[in-house]
Every structure is written in structure tokens, then in C-alpha cells.
């Protein structure tokens, strides 16, 4: 999220919009990505058990991270067409789930969701929080398509460093020291 860590509220939904996955699109994103015939060949994959052509999952996957990142840039804007300074995000230090439950069809208009299920401080990178997030994707009939369990880094607004950490920082820079930390790793 593009909130300062203090200001993200757990368990609050953030609608992140809905895509419609057209055939050509599908196809010309698994023949780049993912070129299996069931995301490539509609008359193969209609002849299979597949039923017709499906999306990867991996294009499900990359929609809506996109649609992820467009709304962290609108709740940025957002912000400071309010006159706040937003907060700043992190990397993901990973997806602890993702499943894939219904297959994506052409036609399918998939809406995707974000909720912040938990919080707290980083315990190896100071000044940073950590989000445990679930994003669910869900096609017009109301079907669970996608879901992962991810994790995300959220800066503290109010950080200061403890006295002891600037200490130990400032030592890992005198030559002898800093020279000791580094053979070390």
C-alpha cells in the first residue's frame, strides 16, 4: 500500500478492478509466456478435456498484479490531492500461497480484490513493516478464479533508529571494524 505503515488498517478492501480476458489475448500472452496448446489452440483445446481455450494462470497472475500497482499510483495521487504525503512501499519478500480454482475463459470479466489481513514491524530491516495481503480474483458468475497469499514491505512514517543500531551501524563503518563485518559475510 501507498500508506504509511501506521495508517494501513487491517482487514480493509481495496476494489483493484475488473479486466476481460478477450481470445487473442489470451492466445498472444501464452505464445510470449506460457505456450501450452490449451492456452494457445482453440481447436485443440476444445477437443481436450480443457472444454475450449484457457487463460494461463500466469496471465491471471499478471493482470492483477498490475491492477495492484495501478491502485497503489491512485491511492499515491489520491493522497496528495489531499495535501498528505503518501507512505512509501517495498518489495514483496514473497507469495506464501496462490491457487488457481476456475480456469479463465475468453469472455471472462475477472475482478480482482485486496485486503490486508495482518501487520507488523520487520524484524530484520528496521523502519519497515511487513503486510500480509490477500488478493482474490472472481469471475462474473462469482467464481473464486485466483487467490494468493502475499507479502509486502511498508515504510514506518514515525521510525527513529535506536540509539544501539546507530551505534553498531556507525562501527561497521571504521576501516578495521567494517572490514571484520564484511570478511565475515
Request: aromatic share 10%.
Amino acid at each position: 500500500m501507498t500508506r504509511w505503515f501506521e495508517d494501513i488498517v487491517v482487514d480493509e478492501v481495496f476494489p483493484l478492478g475488473s479486466h476481460t480476458f478477450s481470445a487473442d489475448e489470451i492466445i498472444r500472452f501464452a505464445s510470449l509466456y506460457d505456450p501450452q496448446y490449451f492456452h494457445v489452440d482453440a481447436a485443440a483445446a476444445q477437443s481436450s478435456h480443457f472444454g475450449g481455450l484457457v487463460a494461463s494462470g500466469w496471465h491471471t497472475v499478471s493482470v492483477g498484479h498490475r491492477k495492484m500497482v495501478d491502485a497503489l499510483f491512485a491511492e499515491e495521487e489520491r493522497l496528495r490531492g489531499l495535501g498528505k504525503e503518501p507512505g512509501v512501499s517495498g518489495p514483496s519478500p514473497g507469495v506464501n500461497s496462490m491457487d488457481f480454482k476456475v480456469p479463465v475463459r475468453p469472455g471472462d470479466t475477472v475482478s480482482y480484490e485486496l485486503v490486508v489481513t495482518g501487520k507488523r514491524e520487520s524484524n530484520s530491516i528496521p523502519g519497515w513493516g511487513l503486510l500480509f495481503n490477500k488478493l482474490t480474483a472472481v469471475n462474473q458468475r462469482g467464481e473464486l478464479v485466483y487467490r494468493a497469499d502475499l507479502v509486502g514491505f511498508s515504510k514506518l512514517r514515525d521510525y527513529t533508529m535506536p540509539a544501539r543500531l546507530k551505534l553498531l551501524l556507525g562501527l561497521t563503518r571504521l576501516p578495521l571494524i567494517g572490514g571484520l563485518f564484511k570478511r565475515g559475510s
